[in-house]
């Protein structure tokens, strides 16, 4: 039987930190100073080889180089962000296929948090997703610089009698 190997990734939010891929003991890097960046890589399973690797700004398409992979359960995406402006944050098509191939509640605990308190009180957030290029549910991750604490909570709806009481719960 084959042993685990160790995954760690790096993700930048501000400045002098670089991004990095660490599968076992083959390590990738990001540049220090390449800001609002998306870093992705598709990682065969059967054989731990990176099969594409490369940077891209838009926020709202698929890039042309995941398409031959998606929904393909041979492969592994990791997604890194570098320096990620918050007004930067996935949208449209992007998003949607982020959601559909595992995505989940720190991007949803990110846009939450953009939308409730814009770029202003948060210019850049980090983000990085790992998970099988199918709809399997990944593993996901976000930070930010601790200016302040923030917690992301839902509101849930619950009917009583003829009335709605709405319950608070933890993503």
Known sequence: MAANVPLTIQCCIYNNYGNTVSIGS??????????NLYWALVV????LKVVENFTFS?????PAQLVPYENNAQYMFFLSTMQLSS???PVGNFYNFLVSQGAGK???????IYAALNCGTWGNLGYVLVTTLDSTP????SGYIDNAFI??????PIQVGSG???TPEAY
């Open 138 to 141: 990944g593993f996901d991750y």
């Open 164 to 166: 709605v009481l709405y």
């Open 44 to 47: 065969d399973r059967t054989s």
């Open 26 to 35: 083959n390590n990738l890097q990001l540049g220090y100073s390449i800001p």
């Open 58 to 62: 838009d926020n709202s398409d698929v």
């Open 151 to 156: 917690s992301t909570l839902q509101l849930i």
């Open 87 to 89: 007004t930067n944050l």
């Open 106 to 112: 720190e991007l949803q605990r990110i846009e939450q």
